[in-house]
């Protein structure tokens, strides 16, 4: 399959990944974001109401566009887009997964954290990725590197990011934004502290310059 057309890099300078344990959460969490400036979210499908949870911020708050995060296999990639993702992201690439994903005709970032894996990325015809984990696979050092042999390699980074860490990956000129779940962690969605989380988001919007 091809892959599908639309920039997932260049939605939100941070990408928000999240990972709701009670669904009851996930509207006002997503309705956060977007109080605090940012308009897209990975929910990451590690949890028994990630669908749920998508399905519901793609009904009731159509502001922010939802994509499905930890997708890791084919069957995951569709069950995703069929509640409502736009885009997807996963941890790393297999063959099967990256047929999996561009077969369901959605903008995606898939995993990589090797140059033969940036390279079978490239073949598919998708230019745009994630690099995980970030910090423990060489950081912005990293892929700075990688920006003279592969300059259509554009990149996600996430995995160990944040607030202080984020702009020396966003000053790359191969990374369109970075992610990660500093804007909303386990202990402030736990809380329902959703004033914290619109500060949190704010205070990423203003990375974007
Ligand atoms: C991911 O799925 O991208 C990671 O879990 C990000 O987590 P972190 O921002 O807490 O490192």
């Known amino acids: 399959p091809e892959p599908a057309a639309g920039s997932v890099l260049s939605l939100v300078p941070v990408l928000p990944v999240v990972v709701i344990d009670e669904l009851a959460a996930a509207v006002p969490l997503a309705r956060a974001l977007v109080a605090g400036g940012l308009s897209a979210i990975e929910l990451t499908l590690r949890t028994p109401v990630a669908l749920d949870a998508i399905r519901a911020i793609t009904t009731e708050v159509p502001e922010i566009t939802v994509g499905a995060g930890t997708v890791v296999t084919p069957a995951q990639a569709a069950a995703a887009v069929g509640a409502g993702a736009a885009f997807l992201v996963s941890p790393g690439c297999t063959p099967a997964l990256l047929d999996g994903i561009l077969a369901t005709g959605v903008p995606a970032l898939p995993g990589t954290s ?4 940036v390279l079978t990325v490239l073949e598919a015809g ?9 910090a423990a696979s060489g950081g912005a050092p990293y892929l700075r590197a ?13 995995g160990g990011i944040t607030q202080e860490s984020a702009p020396s990956y966003l000053g790359l000129p191969n990374v369109g934004c970075v992610g ?12 329902g502290d959703w004033d914290e989380v619109a500060r949190r988001a704010a205070a990423a919007v203003s990375l974007g310059g």
């Open 114 to 117: 090797t140059v033969s894996e």
């Open 126 to 134: 998708l230019t745009e990725m994630k690099f995980f984990p970030a």
């Open 146 to 158: 990688l920006a003279g042999p592969l300059p259509q390699a554009r990149f996600c980074p996430t």
């Open 180 to 191: 990660g779940t500093w804007l909303a962690p386990a202990d402030v969605i736990a809380a």
